[in-house]
């Protein structure tokens, strides 16, 4: 599945630094909230509180859970992270291009999902129900993932 980030731009643009973002949506630059929008950023997947405070601590970076939590819950206000809702814990990741995830309702695993692939399908929700997904819209497709269902 395709990877996503707020920090990937078009090669002509320098991607802006962490404190830019958070002070572009303001939010003052503590060290929590730093390394937190740094392993997001860095990661492959979407990641629960409990799992992004576990990936700081084992990284020598240790943040308190409840800053992590709070953190995330910040970020995601002000659109810089974007919460799916699944089966298991709420998960986070970087908002970036328009995507739509998959989520496994076995073991919760998560998956972005270019809006591309599913142009389609978006219009012809909207013309079924009315339903018009604003930017940040996401259709959530849930299901299981290979390794549960092989």
Do not use: W
């Amino acid at each position: 599945m395709s990877r996503h980030s707020a920090l990937t731009y078009d090669n002509a643009k320098k991607a802006p630094e962490p404190r830019e973002l958070l002070r572009r949506h303001g939010l003052r630059c503590t060290p929590g909230r730093l390394r937190v929008l740094a392993l997001l950023a860095a990661s492959e997947r979407h990641l629960s509180s409990s799992e992004a405070c576990e990936q700081l601590t084992r990284s020598g970076k240790a943040v308190h859970h409840t800053t992590v939590y709070r953190t995330l819950e910040a970020l995601t206000a002000v659109g810089l992270t974007h919460a799916v809702h699944g089966p298991g814990a709420t998960r986070y990741g970087i908002t970036g291009e328009p995507h739509h995830h998959t989520v496994c309702q076995q073991c919760g695993h998560i998956a972005a999902l270019a809006s591309r692939h599913l142009t389609e399908a978006v219009g012809r929700i909207e013309e079924l129900t009315g339903l018009r997904p604003d930017s940040s819209g996401s259709l959530l497709v849930f299901g299981r993932c290979s390794g549960c269902s092989g």
